[in-house]
């Protein structure tokens, strides 16, 4: 498969010329949260042809972005994962978050796939640095078949696939309650109708409710806005 390029000496376009093409900024942000093995990919990216996919990897090695490795034991198995270079666009598929969530969020369309993993992004899009000023936690979030867990020590934060050894506060939901979260719903209203519950340090969990606040979404178009 051929390379385009935009033939322009200019950074924009010479990154765009690396990670432009369709689904190649969506498989950068799925190996953004660590290895994967190419079935993993293949069911983060449903739509996405065994064929294209192994292209789009073939480029993203072939230019430096990506490389092959070996999870580490029990699994052992060939995977995926971002090279120094891949992992610095980092910030700006998050920026592309921020934007996305208050401009491009109105309802779910109805062939609209979701993954509850892809919250681990959207935990670092919003994440408030000042209001996690001083605190050190692991949160743990459960939703439905899916685990992640967020570390939290004094204004950083790390987000990981997978449980946390020991989570100070753990949340558990379906993921029709997490999409309400998405929509701007109020976690404290999920639990008081049991569609979520939390455990754990309850100082803890007092502060969760101001460390991801989502942007108020906003309408892109000047007649929307007067409406």
Partial sequence: MEQRTYNQYCATARTLDLVGERWTLLLVRELLT?????????????????????????????????????????????????????????????????????????????????????????????????????????YEFRVDDEVFHARIDDGAIEVLHGPAQRPDATVTMSEEAFLGLVGGRALGQAIEDGSASVSGDEEVLRRLKDLFPLPAPRPRRADDQAG
Avoid: N, S
Avoid at 35 to 63: N, V, Y
């Fill in 34 to 138: 660590g290895p994967k093995r190419f079935g993993d990919l293949q069911a983060g990216l449903r739509g996405l042809g065994t064929g294209l996919l192994a292209a789009r990897l073939k480029l993203l090695e072939r230019e430096g972005l990506a490389r092959r490795t070996v999870l580490p034991p029990p699994a052992r198995t060939p995977a995926y994962a971002l090279t120094e270079a891949g992992e610095e666009l980092g910030p700006a598929i998050l920026a592309l978050a921020r934007w996305g969530l208050k401009w491009a969020m109105d309802e779910r369309r109805p062939d609209e796939t979701f993954h509850p993993g892809w919250a681990l992004l959207g935990l670092q899009a919003c994440f408030d640095q000042e209001a996690a000023a001083g605190l050190r936690a692991v």
